[in-house]
């Protein structure tokens, strides 16, 4: 596979991402190197990386907490202070090995480290292969509102291995599916039919299936980097996705849903609102909801938690002038951004959803 450049950053695959490493950092000249990796990665993902490196300089490893209850600052100011304690200094290298977790809050940490040091991606979930390791955006969470805090920064290099995928739970697998599916969704009808029959996907799929999902947002994301407009398109699902996601991290009574698992939701409910404000077809989002509840199952959401998840749609990204802002669709490969939704169309979403 070809390599991609994007934002001056370049975007590796398998076999070239270890001899580009290793010549970035023979030609960089860092200071030292330090790995940033969760529990898992540094159990299933370290040693396989550490046999491929090739440099003199000193390798420091710092280990965080996996999960998304642990992407705080309160994280941060502990690499921080890591970082500061292993006299790190500006042109230290910074390399985040793990799933979204870690190169969304690896990245913020490099980039307001001394006020930025250079550093990696190397993701090894399938989600942070489609959609964490590509565009630049880095940050954490607020308590449990999904990434208030952070910067648009790239990384020098992005190293998609999909070795890695081999180490992953199912549940993962499926929850970086959903972005891909999102991919063609907004994107191109095309890519989205290779996906008609999710049980039949295997490993040797998705090589190919990573690299034009990489490509989808790459173009997307060098058009507008900065979110002002095409690249809302990418939120589709996820303005009542983050609000689902956020509403069972903070619950104690429900379990916590992985992202993806949260943004099939979403998807489910942006494509019946499609239907009502953007003339989408009606039986397209029938077919929508039935492939994703037959591949993903049901989650059980009462009315009586619809008010709390409408609520919390006040915090999402998008938002200005205090308008909640939603992208929806006209047919498939064909988003509208910034359209405004009456909470009765939400409630009415819902309730198709779990009808």
Known sequence: MDSITTNKCTIHFN???????????????????????????????????LKRIETERAIEIIEIESGEINK???????VWN???????????????????VITDLGGFVACTFKRGIAYVNVPTTLLS?????????????????????????????VLIDTHFLSTLPQNQMRSG????????????????????DLSKLSL???????YESVM???????????????????????????AIESHFLSNPNKTTLLHGEAIIIGMILAAYISTELAGFPKQVAHHIKTLFVDYYGKINIEPSEYP????????????????????????????????????????????????
Not at 72 to 78: A, L, R
Not at 138 to 149: A, F
Request: with cysteine; hydrophobic share 40%.
């Open 15 to 49: 076999n070239i991402c270890y001899s580009s490493l290793n010549e970035h950092l023979k030609k960089s000249n860092f200071s030292k190197i330090f790995i940033l990796v969760d529990e898992n990665t540094h159990q299933h993902c370290l040693a396989y990386f």
């Open 72 to 78: 705080t600052i309160e994280t941060c100011v502990g």
């Open 82 to 100: 890591t970082l500061s304690e292993l006299n790190a200094d500006r042109k230290s290298l910074l390399i985040n090995i793990g799933g979204g």
């Open 129 to 157: 292969m489609v959609d964490a390791s590509v565009g630049g955006k880095t940050g954490v969470d607020l308590g449990h509102l999904k990434n208030q805090i952070g910067v648009i920064s790239n990384p020098d290099l």
């Open 177 to 196: 599916l959903a972005e891909m599916l999102k991919h063609g969704l907004i994107s191109d009808e095309n890519y989205w039919n290779k996906f008609q």
């Open 204 to 210: 040797d799929d998705l090589d190919d299936l990573i």
């Open 216 to 242: 989808i947002k790459k173009n997307v994301v060098e058009i507008d980097p900065l979110e002002n407009n095409l690249r809302k398109t990418l939120n589709f699902g996820h303005t009542l996705g983050h």
């Open 308 to 355: 709390t998840i409408i609520e919390l749609l006040k915090y999402d990204k998008k938002n200005n002038h205090g308008n909640i802002n939603f992208v929806l669709l006209e047919t498939i490969g064909k988003p509208r951004i910034d359209c405004l939704v009456d909470d009765k169309i939400i409630i009415d979403a819902f309730e198709f959803y779990a009808s």
